[in-house]
């Protein structure tokens, strides 16, 4: 797949199965089922302090849901050549992200953790972190 066929109207909410019991909600998330791809990697985002960004990078070709475990974010996303802001705020929904996606993180409110699972293990080879470069990128002129 070459690299121009990740844009934004790939990256959507996806809404994850819910049991809802007297007991408390519980939901689960299947790789390769629920999401296009094998997890091999989970991290979180917590103590957030207010008004802090997180992210301003793109992957090469990772993959990534990213959940709103507790409280709520935003998630702006960027394929170059449109943005798109997302509110995640429900622990049932994740966002999934495909590869050469520039993603900005932030409005944390409170105590919110932001879960993210991930298709690869943490290689800083498969990330741009300079904007230009993913841009360039994203025109074919790496
Ligand atoms: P980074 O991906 O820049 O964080 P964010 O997108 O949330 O702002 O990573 C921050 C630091 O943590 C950086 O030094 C790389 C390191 N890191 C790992 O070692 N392993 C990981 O799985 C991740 C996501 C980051």
Redesign the pocket.
């Known amino acids: 797949m070459s690299e121009s066929t990740f844009t934004l109207d790939r990256c959507k909410i996806i809404e994850l199965p819910k049991i809802t019991e007297p007991r408390g909600n519980l939901t689960f998330v299947e790789g390769n089922n629920h999401i296009p791809f094998d997890i091999k ?1 989970v ?1 979180y ?1 917590y103590d957030v302090p207010g008004g802090a960004e ?4 793109a992957h090469k070709a990772l993959h990534q849901l990213i959940i709103a475990m507790s409280g709520s974010f935003d998630v702006l996303l960027d394929d170059g050549y449109t943005q798109r802001r997302f509110h995640l705020n429900r622990s049932y929904n994740g966002l999934y992200v495909c590869p050469m996606i520039w ?1 900005e ?1 932030d409005n944390f409110s409170s105590g919110s953790v932001c879960m ?1 699972l ?1 298709s690869n ?2 290689e ?1 080879s498969d ?1 741009y ?1 300079e904007y230009g470069s993913f841009i360039q990128a994203t025109r074919g002129e790496k």
Do not use: K, N
Request: charged share 30%.
């Open positions: 990697r991290y985002l997180r992210g301003g990078h993603r993180l993210v991930a293990i943490y800083e990330y972190r």
